[in-house]
Structures are given as structure tokens and as C-alpha cells.
């Protein structure tokens, strides 16, 4: 069982900065891909950027040059940097850990931009 908390959202203009943290606890040592989803207002909740254990990170095509997810060597953090926040970039933002056969989410965290 891992257990996740968020933090970090909230309210910012557009072209502002954010840091959401994610908080991991539980059993680690088979996860092997983590990750920050994104779901807009009345939207499906979709994958912004992940990161495997050996440090590889992926990014959906909107947010490229603008988030950066890191996470530290022990897996108990996993950060996302958002800069240069855009208005359609509001929403919950959820942390996901993934191992074989299971997903583990946390309970989100709302970043509103407005203009």
C-alpha cells in the first residue's frame, strides 16, 4: 500500500509559477513510474509528465519547456515545476505511482490560473 499527498496548489496569474509537491509513504520499493495528471473543469483526467525510477521523464506535448517533474532517489518526493502557467492549465492536479497492477493516487490538488 503507498499512500500520497499533494500540495502546493493554488491561486496565480497567467505567466506565473507554481511547485506542487507530492508526498509518498508505504511500500516503495516496487513502483516504477510516477507521475502528475492534470483534469480541467468537467474534463477527463489526462497525464501531463512522469518520471521512471531510473530517471526518465516524459511530458505531454502542452506542457513541454514549461513543467519540469523531478523526484528524489528514494521515490518519497515527486515535484512538478509549472512556470509559465497558461489558463487552460487549471484544474486538480493528481499524483500517480504506478507498479505492476496497481495505481495509487492522491486526493489532488487545485491550481487555478486566472488572467
Known amino acids: 500500500q503507498v499512500d500520497l499527498v499533494e500540495s502546493g496548489g493554488g491561486s496565480v496569474q497567467a505567466g506565473g509559477s507554481l511547485r506542487l509537491a507530492c508526498a509518498a509513504s508505504?511500500?516503495?520499493?516496487?513502483?516504477?513510474?510516477m507521475g502528475w495528471y492534470h483534469q480541467p473543469p468537467g474534463k477527463q483526467r489526462e497525464l501531463v509528465a512522469s518520471?521512471?525510477?531510473?530517471?526518465?521523464?516524459n511530458y505531454a506535448d502542452s506542457v513541454k519547456g514549461r513543467f519540469t517533474i523531478s523526484s528524489d532517489n528514494a521515490k518519497k518526493w515527486v515535484y512538478l515545476q509549472m512556470n509559465s502557467l497558461k489558463l487552460e492549465d487549471t484544474g486538480v492536479y493528481y499524483c500517480n505511482y504506478h507498479e505492476y497492477r496497481n495505481d495509487y493516487w492522491g486526493q489532488g490538488t487545485q491550481v487555478t490560473v486566472s488572467s
Open positions: 518520471v521512471t525510477r531510473g530517471g526518465a521523464t
Open positions: 508505504g511500500n516503495l520499493w516496487s513502483i516504477h513510474l
